[in-house]
């Protein structure tokens, strides 16, 4: 009788080990609200034509393979605001100049469904629309515009679309609108990422309600109900902002989700003011189907007439973990005290060790 030993299993075992660690894993980062600095009504732009605006979080941005976030406002050099010409008007209007910025920084992705998109009417938006072409940027979320992209990148298509709460965009509350694009992306991409601008603002709207939420007369969506319909109908990730403060953080069905990502580089015209000044870059790396496997918060805080610097107060992941431990408690993912975000021990893949087994076989004359 002849032994067959272990080392057939064993050698099946260390393929399949270095084939998982050598798999494709994409890295994915996103952030909350940009506008760079504004000439109404009054000139408020920052030093050195705003090239250290992202100078603590360039690095970060450009080491993923890609790099999405929102365009609060436009890119324009002219134009009548539709919002009128008050000394507190929230128009904003960042010079043409600034929009190669976008692209050193690494921004691969950014949206328009939001809004300030049409603060200078259609002259801004096809502005900002030839600024952002111009630098190579895709971009969504104006109805009847461009209301979804592919970004191709590494050999892996991106389906991006974007979604908001006006007139004028593409609207989260239209689930039928929302499932058409999702369905077109699911024939065109390998990977589908969506990004939202809904919710209430300010301090009081830190935390994720259930059902819809209202702000000065709009219906703001129900932001649960859009992310996990997005999910179930083939997003691999979600990504909101809106509220002009963090959220939660939530992993659904093996796919992310951060329900508002607050402002991240919105030196001017917008409080910063605590929790207003919050402005964290997420990282998220999943497989090449788009399965969560785990992220990071990079902490940083904004500066009135700088941009994100650096947290040295240990408050921005401190918050977000806060506000997932008490708004998503049947999240799959837990955030950790330095920020990364990982399965929750009961969703975790264990991989133990193979059993030696022994198997007597007959011998076999020749």
């Known amino acids: 009788m002849k032994k067959l030993t272990t080392l057939a299993i064993s050698l099946f075992a260390t393929l399949w080990?270095?084939?998982?660690?050598?798999?494709?894993?994409?890295?994915?980062?996103?952030?909350?609200?940009?506008?760079?600095?504004?000439?109404?009504?009054?000139?408020?732009?920052?030093?050195?034509?705003?090239?250290?605006?992202?100078?603590d979080v360039g690095a970060i941005l450009r080491n993923a393979d890609i790099t999405l976030g929102n365009l609060e406002g436009t890119l324009c050099d002219t134009g009548k605001s539709t919002k009128g010409n008050g000394a507190y008007s929230y128009a904003f209007r960042t010079p043409t100049s600034y929009a190669h910025l976008l692209t050193d920084a690494g921004f691969d992705y950014l949206s328009m469904a939001n809004n300030h998109s049409r603060d200078f009417g259609t002259e801004g938006i096809?502005?900002?629309?030839?600024?952002?072409?111009?630098?190579?940027?895709?971009?969504?979320?104006?109805?009847?515009?461009?209301?979804?992209?592919?970004?191709?990148?590494?050999?892996?298509?991106?389906?991006?679309?974007?979604?908001?709460?006006?007139?004028?965009?593409?609207?989260?509350?239209?689930?039928?609108?929302?499932?058409?694009?999702?369905?077109?992306?699911?024939?065109?991409?390998?990977?589908?990422?969506?990004?939202?601008?809904?919710?209430?603002?300010?301090?009081?709207?830190?935390?994720?309600?259930y059902g819809p939420e209202s702000y000065i007369g709009e219906n703001r969506g129900d932001l649960r109900t859009f992310a996990h319909f997005c999910i179930d109908n083939g997003a691999a990730m979600v990504f909101g902002h809106g509220p002009h403060v963090t959220r939660c953080i939530e992993v659904y069905k093996g796919r992310f989700i951060a329900y508002s990502l607050g402002n991240f580089a919105t030196p001017y015209g917008i409080s910063l003011d605590g929790i207003k000044g919050h402005a964290p870059v997420v990282t998220v790396r999943m497989d090449k189907n788009g399965a969560f496997i785990d992220g990071q918060i990079h902490p940083f805080i904004q500066y009135y007439g700088k941009g994100p610097r650096v947290d040295t107060k240990g408050v921005v992941i401190q918050n977000m973990k806060d506000l997932s431990d008490v708004d998503v408690p049947e999240s799959m993912a837990v955030v950790q005290e330095d920020g990364k975000i990982v399965y929750k021990e009961e969703f975790r893949i264990r991989l133990t060790p193979l059993p030696e087994i022994d198997f007597d076989l007959p011998e076999v004359k020749l």
């Open 17 to 55: 080990a270095v084939s998982a660690q050598t798999k494709d894993t994409i890295t994915v980062a996103v952030c909350g609200d940009i506008m760079m600095g504004t000439t109404y009504p009054k000139v408020r732009l920052p030093e050195n034509s705003g090239r250290d605006i992202f100078k």
């Open 126 to 209: 096809e502005s900002t629309e030839r600024s952002l072409e111009g630098q190579g940027i895709e971009y969504s979320g104006v109805a009847g515009r461009k209301e979804w992209a592919v970004v191709e990148r590494g050999g892996i298509r991106y389906g991006v679309c974007a979604f908001g709460h006006n007139s004028y965009t593409v609207k989260h509350t239209d689930l039928n609108w929302v499932k058409r694009i999702l369905d077109t992306l699911k024939g065109q991409s390998d990977i589908i990422i969506v990004s939202f601008h809904g919710g209430a603002e300010g301090f009081d709207w830190a935390h994720l309600p």
